[in-house]
């Protein structure tokens, strides 16, 4: 009742008697009955009982060093029963909970061997604060040259399970009235927040945003995709009559596995959710018929597909609830599956969908996807994991420029948050950068950033205001031939300032203008401007004068008839090199009126 330590009932009366923690007008003389009454009166007064399912929970961790601080700790103790108390109802966070204790049992390990600090409940007093700080920093690797983490994760873990215990230090102090501990803990707090992020948290955090600079795209490509799809349907089928014909464990953790993988790739679900999908939410899947009238506002596809498919509801990521669509097939293999169970060694009292024979748990689906990825002949296997599936169904429903609501929709079968969805979801950052800001400063370079006032980055097309390929553009007319061929030596001189580029020759190229009325051209070097024809222009002038009059950009399909309806005159040239020199033209007659 005084250290806090954790003894065994018989021999603590022997501790409290050497008790370093014990005040001094303490009585010396106490029997070992009265010792016991003292002990479990200030058990009962200072916290809550620990609950059998906390020992339960901590009695099959490893049994090192580490465990034997957890159970001994009755801070840490008093830490996974608020952990049991808020998880207690789900088996499957039981792990996540003794991960948790053994992260603070090593900090603890630590500040025993090096710092001479017995208890948790001793760690968190202000006088030990940087003592605190220095443990933490040496589980978690720090580096004090490069200020960096080898686990910078693990020191804000770290962070976050010291405040949790802080607080419930301090909700005891405030039952047993201690006014000094209250104080203390008070104290603490203010330390924490005033002084962690600059000790502990800026660093680490700093670790992890350093560690995804330059980290390249991990998107499956579509192919893969479809080479695990195929893969999956093959397996599935063959698992599905090798239990339909022989019920074992072997053929029925076939089946399973592959079924998992498939509802975990149709549905882009992350893979802890379709694992944990209950017998129970399969048994009470929604099989009702489409409403009549809901009906009315579905095209005929819509409907065939709203028969076609189950739809099962399960509890997603804090605690959401999302949906799950089955195939009639996927439908059978699990109605199979949910059929054979005791036949398989699968336990009553096992509630999981896709439970393991012989044992209280499920099969993971990261595990089975994993495996299925590396077997079906993708180029990128690695990429075929349910986090890049989300990204890839989720980045790639941007091409097809959803409306706000049908993004939502999308979203929340995600079972994303629409404000996550838009954030991390999004087109990779790489790839905005490089097809839309690219636009951007290439028309500021070109000059011609007023002729695009008005527009979004996503209205700006490239093949409409910048000329990219110099090959395929077409050569410019001779009124504003001076001032391209300029501008491009220019260009090619900065160039050539840091690579080894023979600027001259580019120089020439550029500046190869040919007369309007030449109509022999022979067969220009790739990358030589091919010069128009009087012909030529007098064919795009028939159908674009207005255009160019008005400095209107003409459009691909309006060049495509152009170029058609000119047949064999503008044979040699493309749709592109129409548009080109429309925009030319129309550039080079705004500069005369602004010149006059």
Do not use: D
């Given at each position: 009742m005084y250290c806090m330590g954790m003894f065994v009932r018989r021999d603590l009366w022997r501790h409290l008697r050497r008790c370093p923690s014990k005040p001094r007008d303490a009585g010396e003389e106490?029997?070992?009955?009265?010792?016991?009454?003292?002990?479990?009166m200030a058990e009962s007064t200072f916290s809550q009982q620990i609950s059998q399912g906390v020992?339960?929970?901590?009695?099959?961790?490893?049994h090192d060093d580490i465990s034997v601080v957890v159970k001994n700790d009755w801070s840490i103790l008093q830490l996974a029963q608020s952990f049991f108390n808020k998880h207690g109802h789900d088996p499957t966070k039981f792990?996540?909970?003794?991960q948790k204790l053994r992260e603070i049992g090593r900090l603890l390990l630590t500040l025993r061997r090096e710092f001479s600090i017995y208890s948790l409940e001793e760690a968190v007093k202000p006088a030990y604060f940087y003592r605190l700080i220095q443990a933490v920093q040496r589980v978690s690797g720090y580096d004090e040259e490069s200020h960096c983490y080898q686990s910078p994760s693990l020191a804000l873990k770290l962070g976050h399970s010291l405040n949790k215990?802080?607080?419930?230090?301090?909700?005891?102090?405030?039952m047993s009235e201690d006014k000094e501990l209250i104080s203390s803990t008070d104290t603490f707090k203010k330390l924490y927040s005033s002084k962690w992020s600059e000790l502990i948290s800026h660093s680490a955090l700093v670790t992890l945003n350093e560690a995804k600079f330059?980290?390249?795209?991990?998107?499956?490509?579509?192919k893969d995709v479809q080479c695990l799809h195929q893969f999956l349907e093959k397996s599935a089928h063959a698992a599905f009559e090798k239990l339909k014909e022989t019920a074992s464990p072997q053929s029925y953790a076939e089946l399973v596995k592959t079924t998992l993988a498939r509802i975990i790739v149709f549905n882009r679900r992350r893979a802890g959710e379709v694992s944990k999908m209950l017998l129970k939410s399969f048994q009470e899947r929604d099989s009702t018929s489409l409403h009549d009238d809901v009906a009315l506002g579905l095209s005929r596809f819509e409907q065939k597909l709203c028969s076609h498919f189950s739809r099962v509801e399960i509890r997603g990521k804090r605690g959401r609830k999302v949906a799950v669509l089955l195939s009639p097939d996927m439908v059978d293999a699990l109605t199979l599956l949910v059929s054979r169970r005791s036949e398989c060694g699968v336990q009553d009292t096992n509630g999981f969908l896709f439970a393991r024979p012989h044992c209280q748990s499920h099969y993971r689906g990261q595990d089975s996807l994993r495996a299925y990825a590396s077997e079906c002949?993708?180029?990128?296997?690695?990429f075929l994991r349910s986090t890049q599936l989300r990204k890839h169904v989720a980045t790639l429903s941007q091409i097809l420029n959803l409306k706000n609501n049908e993004l939502d929709q999308v979203a929340d079968f995600l079972g994303h948050d629409i404000r996550v969805h838009r954030d991390y979801y999004r087109l990779p950052e790489a790839t905005t950068q490089l097809a839309k800001i690219s636009k951007l400063l290439i028309a500021m370079e070109k000059g011609c950033l007023p002729d695009l006032q008005g527009k979004s980055l996503d209205d700006i097309e490239i093949e409409d205001e910048i000329s990219v390929n110099d090959s395929e553009a077409s050569g410019p007319d001779e009124s504003d031939a001076e001032d391209d061929v300029s501008a491009s030596s220019s260009r090619l001189v900065n160039a050539a300032a840091s690579s080894d580029v023979d600027v001259q020759m580019?120089?020439?190229?550029?500046a190869e203008v040919c007369p309007e009325n030449e109509t022999e051209i022979g067969n220009p070097r790739k990358g030589q401007k091919v010069c128009w024809s009087t012909a030529e222009v007098t064919a795009v002038m028939k159908h674009f004068k207005s255009h160019i009059t008005k400095g209107k950009l003409a459009t691909l399909t309006e060049c495509q008839q152009c170029k058609t309806a000119e047949d064999p005159v503008l044979a040699r040239r493309t749709a592109q090199n129409i548009r080109d020199f429309v925009r030319n033209r129309g550039i080079s007659?705004?500069?005369k009126s602004q010149n006059k």
């Open positions: 106490q029997g070992r009955t009265r010792v016991l009454g003292l002990a479990t020992w339960k929970l901590l009695g099959v961790m490893k792990e996540y909970i003794r215990i802080c607080e419930i230090i301090h909700c005891r102090a405030l330059n980290k390249p795209s991990t998107l499956p490509f579509t002949g993708a180029q990128n296997p690695e580019h120089i020439e190229t550029a007659m705004k500069r």
